[in-house]
């Protein structure tokens, strides 16, 4: 997929590609506003405004559906990114013009020749394309006159930025800063900004920056000291969105934090997911009385839809399924429609629990394929069923993005969280972009017995109470979801040191309820490898399902899991006042994973709740009672 850089040259709009990524990091990396660093440009993905129209939709209903409960209803569809395996050629070449539009961000470039430090409009420096090799296009300065030896030296991007938690990104105020936010006493001269490497280069804030008029001159190193007088060296957030090219109308109350450019908290994605399941009659009764509930909503008794779904062509899907069937299912939905809307947010995960629980009532079919296996030898008690998962799709839809604080995960699954939720476009979207990938995977289900009397056990633990809730916060997750969540980052890592597989490679996906909320409680973990390329469909992740298989990664996995390589630091952490972490036994040598693998950010995950650890002996739900 190649991204392209809007210019303007003669009047006519020119968009050079200058680089490309998978359908699968436009969800997890480099989504909408995200900034991408790029070979020779540092860029934004723009907005969907700037969008062309997607040629290809990616079908979902159940995902559509939770899609439209986040954004609202005139969302159409999931759009399908633009993509081409390879580019081939350039210049005339249709495929170079396929892909998303990108902006060059930041604004402020500096030279590395002569250190001269401007705006790539500003007319010092001038985008230099390669429409042959795309990852070439750059920005030069093509007057430099610093060594005439070097012809057109390279623009790169100047490294601190501005943004807050509200999702607003600008560029560093760069002439306002090295004149103490007031005005240059020599605006009347010619002069510019440069910026130089002070000392030795080692840090990131060995930078300073001076005005070539009036000899005004300013340390990077004064934003980042504590006290009062970073406050007053920083000016309040403009609210700009740069990739939607606007400022927000209301305006914004919080300060501007510097960042480097690049920072991972940069850009923290916010998506919904689903698995593809196989239609059932019910799900296909649905969608019929759905297309047709302009006619049957004013049915009144089940004899007159008799007569309307054989004499109304606008009914004639309906005709091919039972009757009381479909007539259950209309007032199913008619005595919903008049009791108003519940509240309750659709449940995606609920329908893929309740097929991986019955595997003998689920049909096969091209995009989910699963099978029972036995129970690895010596944790009958513990896990109640392992099923291998030969074939399964999944599809992501991105609805937004949050910058410097990443949504607490799970709310971005289960919970609202559009208060800091940045837009994708300008408008209400009618679609968002969604990636669908192909793989396969294995579910564990945790024995509900032992898990109850698990968490009947932990109920009082003032440890784990501290981890799910951190400091200052409402407690979001519950001590069953901590036992899932850290069970799953054991394993992951575990089929990652004994089979080859990179930890980055395999995702998760828990699927907890709390048995005090719900008549059918939730105890369950899914890993699977889903991605457009071989790693996720050779079958390799499957065959980890046959019981010695299985058994053995458990038990390499949970006598890890007692001793880490940064204990006893590691096994003594738990979130206090000054540590607003939401992990216990938990660090980079023992159960943190890729963030593209991990569904809650490296949150709510602590060792001691499987095993006996330096630190905690009470609580490990592996240990016998």
């Known amino acids: 997929m190649n991204r392209t850089v809007p210019t303007q040259t003669n009047g006519v709009a020119s968009r050079p590609g200058v680089g490309g990524a998978r359908p699968s990091q436009m969800m997890f990396a480099y989504g ?7 070979p020779s440009l540092s860029v934004v993905i723009a907005g969907l405004d700037a969008w062309d129209k997607p040629r290809e939709s990616v079908v979902e209903p159940r995902l559509l559906a939770a899609v439209q409960e986040r954004l609202g209803a005139q969302v159409e569809y999931l759009a399908a990114l633009p993509w081409i395996p390879e580019v081939r050629g350039g210049g005339s070449d249709p495929s170079r013009f396929v892909g998303v539009p990108v902006l060059p961000f930041p604004r402020w470039m500096r030279c590395t020749a002569c250190n001269l430090l401007s705006t790539c409009d500003g007319g010092h420096f001038k985008l230099h394309e390669d429409r042959y090799r795309p990852q070439r296009t750059r920005y030069v300065h093509a007057t430099c006159l610093k060594n005439p030896k070097i012809k057109n030296p390279t623009v790169v991007p100047a490294r601190f930025v501005l943004a807050c938690a509200n999702g607003h990104l600008d560029d560093f105020p760069w002439n306002e800063f090295v004149h103490k936010f007031g005005t240059c006493k020599k605006r009347d001269v010619d002069g510019a900004l440069e910026m130089y490497d002070v000392g030795s280069g080692m840090r990131s804030t060995d930078v300073s920056i001076r005005c070539t008029r009036c000899d005004a001159a300013a340390s990077m190193s004064t934003i980042y000291a504590r006290g009062d007088h970073r406050q007053r060296m920083l000016p309040r957030c403009r609210g700009r969105h740069v990739h939607l090219r606007s400022f927000d109308p209301k305006g914004c109350t919080l300060p501007a934090a510097p960042m480097l450019l690049g920072a991972s908290n940069m850009w923290f994605p916010e998506t919904r997911s689903a698995l593809a399941l196989p239609s059932r009659l019910d799900d296909e009764i649905e969608r019929a009385i759905e297309d047709g509930w302009g006619h049957l909503a004013a049915i009144p008794q089940r004899v007159v839809y008799d007569y309307a779904v054989t004499n109304t062509p606008q ?6 399924f039972p009757a009381d069937a479909v007539w259950a299912a209309i007032e199913r939905r008619r005595s919903t429609s008049d009791d108003g809307a519940t509240g309750t ?7 893929e629990w309740e097929r991986f629980i019955d595997p003998a009532e689920t049909e096969p079919s091209e995009q989910f394929d699963i099978r029972s296996r036995p129970v690895p030898t010596g944790y009958e008690q513990t896990i109640a069923a392992v099923t291998a998962v030969a074939r399964l799709r999944s599809v992501v839809a991105l609805i937004g993005f ?18 800091n939720r940045a837009r994708l476009s300008v408008r209400e979207p009618h679609w968002v972009p969604a990636a669908e990938m192909r793989g396969e995977g294995l579910f564990i289900r945790l024995a509900e017995p032992a898990v109850e009397a698990w968490t009947a056990r932990v109920s009082r633990s003032e440890r784990i109470a501290r981890v799910l809730a951190g400091r200052g916060r409402t407690q979001l997750r519950s001590a069953r979801f901590l036992l899932l969540h850290s069970l799953s980052h054991l394993i ?19 699927y907890s309820s709390d048995e005090a909320l719900d008549a059918d409680p939730m105890a369950g973990i899914l890993l699977y490898t889903a991605a457009p390329d071989a790693e996720g469909t050779l079958g390799g992740l499957v065959s980890l399902a046959e019981p010695e298989r299985l058994g053995r990664i458990l038990d390499q996995a949970l006598e890890r899991a007692r001793i880490c390589a940064s204990d006893p630091m590691c096994a003594e952490h738990v979130p206090n006042e000054h540590d607003p972490s939401l992990h216990g036994a938990a660090c980079h040598a023992c159960l943190f994973l890729p963030e593209t693998s991990c569904e809650c950010g490296n949150r709510y995950l602590d060792r001691s709740v499987l095993r006996i650890t330096l630190a905690e002996g009470e609580l490990g739900y592996f240990e016998a009672p």
Do not use: F, M
């Not at 009914?315 to 091919?320: I, T």
């Not at 947010?345 to 329908?351: M, V, Y």
């Not at 949050?402 to 208060?419: C, F, K, L, M, Y």
């Open 32 to 38: 909408v506003g995200a900034q991408v660093d790029l």
């Open 315 to 320: 009914l004639a899907a309906l005709r091919d």
């Open 345 to 351: 947010p659709i449940d995606l995960k609920r329908p």
């Open 402 to 419: 949050s910058r410097i604080d990443a949504p607490d995960s799970g709310v971005a699954e289960d919970a609202d969280t559009s208060q």
């Open 492 to 510: 992951i890592n575990g089929v990652a040191l004994d089979c080859g597989y990179s930890a980055a490679s395999i995702r998760e996906r828990i």
